[in-house]
């Protein structure tokens, strides 16, 4: 946790995005935050994903941006050999897909334009001079620095809505294969420890005696213990995170093998399905589990073929040469005890958030994580009639009146606050009365009567490109997986027209808009005796 400062991380940055102008908000957003959650001296490149039918998957999706920033660098660094210098081992590279439609986190991603891995947590950076709210990607970005100084000459790919704190020492791993991902790893369990421990359900990494590596999928323990069959014996397994890295030789052989399909744009290719499982699993092994996902033999058997094929080649190449004792596929286990916080969805963004409240370890760490002091105040300016409690925890705030109890405020101005058990970010209004388990989010009213939540409601506020703002209502228990296209409230749209109606717009505009929306309001509040 200590080494999670920001100060420490990868050369060069990454950022793949859903569209044009969530690159630039990316570009201009990360590179004023440098040497607060990312090294000063870090190159950000943010690219986008213009790619046909339902995009390149998170396989393809890695290679065409990676491609793209080697690209960009050339223009935005003065030249820089982003490729040549990761081949030479002279630059760490990580990247991070953020695309997505954040369904299940709805209606956050909304409130933010489609940018969901702009939703903010409760902590503040400084940007151009102001206290903002820090974002999903941010927290993720500071977290997995940790691992760039082993990583000289490999591209590290990871997921913009999660963040792990690991148990085993990071110092302690060393790359020593060409691909690893990371997992937290135990023994391998008997049936009735599997059943149990629902893994079943998860993307699932085996390793064996040797140390080798092998990805299965979503299968009962009979099927694993089969599939597995010519693999060795199995002494750990673990649920897979899904981030991996990549050194920069099987990182050229999958560039060229791939090169077809990078110029037409129009395959699709996840990295579990489509290169770890055919990586490591028998012919007939990989045929059954993809029998399971509805995809006959024709064609996964000739993809198995085709993997296999540039495999064999890759590895001939390496013959006697610098890399020929790294092996193709291993583990990075992260610890079984691990601290696992994932934003993807809307009831773990408040148990997440509001966990900052309790006086657990846990949740001492993520505080210390997020950067906030042992009193719980970071530039809290809180009237004398204001009741708040030890456990709130309070950064950027201005308040006048009211009661604070178990809740979260950040970047919130208001004459009056009553709130127990909720979250709030980005708030100017006259009054806010926030019930348990209650979100506010991104919200400017003027209104004498104020904002008023009871347990478990959840209330965003749209802006537009113009500066106009609509409030959106919903509830915790209204999953937006399955609310998506339905109408929650009578004369609100739905989520689904939400983010149709945000997939083309300025987001750093709108951003702007929002922000002078509540300047306005809070200089307004604060000049009336």
Not at 183 to 212: F, H, Q
Not at 431 to 440: D, E, F, M
Request: a negative charge.
């Amino acid at each position: 946790m200590a080494a999670m400062s920001g100060r420490e991380g990868y050369d060069v940055v990454i950022v793949c995005c859903s569209g044009e102008k969530q690159a630039d908000y990316w570009q201009a957003r990360l590179s004023a935050v440098r040497g607060q959650v990312l090294p000063a001296s870090c190159k950000v490149l943010a690219v986008f994903e213009d790619w046909g039918g339902d995009g390149a998957g998170n396989g393809l999706g890695t290679l065409y941006a990676y491609q793209k920033a080697v690209i960009k660098a050339k223009s935005l660094y003065d030249g820089y050999e982003l490729h040549a210098e990761l081949v030479a081992k002279r630059a760490s590279a990580a990247l991070y897909h953020t695309a997505g439609k954040g369904t299940r986190l709805a209606p956050l991603p909304g409130a933010e334009n489609n940018n969901k891995p702009g939703v903010k947590l409760p902590a503040t950076l400084s940007v151009g001079g102001h206290d903002v709210p820090m974002t999903i990607l941010e927290a993720v970005l500071k977290q997995t620095g940790v691992y760039a100084p082993m990583r000289k000459g490999r591209l590290s790919v990871f997921w913009g809505d999660q963040v792990f704190v690991p148990t085993v020492p990071v110092a302690a791993y060393a790359p020593a294969h060409h691909t690893d991902i990371l997992c937290s790893l135990g023994p391998m369990p008997s049936a009735e420890e599997w059943e149990a421990k629902g893994l079943e359900k998860y993307g699932l990494i085996a390793v064996n005696s040797n140390e080798e590596a092998a990805q299965i999928e979503k299968v009962t323990h009979a099927t694993a213990k089969r599939l597995l069959g010519s693999f060795g014996a199995v002494t750990k397994v673990g649920v897979s995170l899904g981030s991996f890295s990549l050194s920069a030789s099987i990182l050229v052989t999958l560039l060229e093998e791939f090169k077809t399909e990078l110029i037409e744009k129009t395959a699709k290719l996840d990295t579990d399905p489509g290169l770890w499982m055919a990586f490591t699993l028998s012919k007939k092994a990989y045929i059954q589990l993809l029998e399971a996902k509805k995809i006959p033999p024709s064609e996964s058997g000739p993809h198995f073929d085709r993997m296999q094929a540039m495999l064999a080649r890759f590895r001939a190449a390496r013959t006697g040469g610098e890399e020929s004792g790294m092996d193709l596929f291993g583990a990075v286990d992260i610890g079984l005890g691990a601290y696992w916080w994932d934003y993807g969805q809307l009831k773990l963004y408040f148990m997440n958030n509001i966990s900052v409240t309790h006086t657990d370890e846990e949740s001492r760490l993520y505080r210390a994580f997020l950067g906030v002091p042992v009193g719980r105040r970071v530039r809290a300016e809180v009237g004398e009639g204001v009741g708040v409690d030890e456990e709130s925890v309070l950064s950027a705030v201005r308040v006048k009146g009211g009661t604070i109890a178990n809740s979260v405020l950040t970047n919130v101005s208001a004459k009056v606050v009553e709130a127990e058990g909720a979250v709030l970010v980005n708030v100017t209004a006259r009054k806010v009365v926030a019930g348990r388990g209650a979100v506010l989010y991104n919200v400017v009213d003027d209104s004498d009567e104020g904002l008023v939540l009871g347990e478990g409601e959840v209330l965003v506020g749209l802006f537009d490109e113009a500066g106009r703002q609509q409030q959106m209502a919903s509830h915790a228990e209204k999953d937006g997986g399955v609310w998506w296209k339905k109408e929650i409230r009578s004369g609100q749209p739905t989520f689904e027209q939400v983010y149709l109606a945000n997939r083309e717009v300025d987001v750093a505009l709108i951003e702007a808009k929002s922000q002078a929306a509540h300047a306005k309001l809070r200089e307004a509040l604060f000049a009336e005796v």
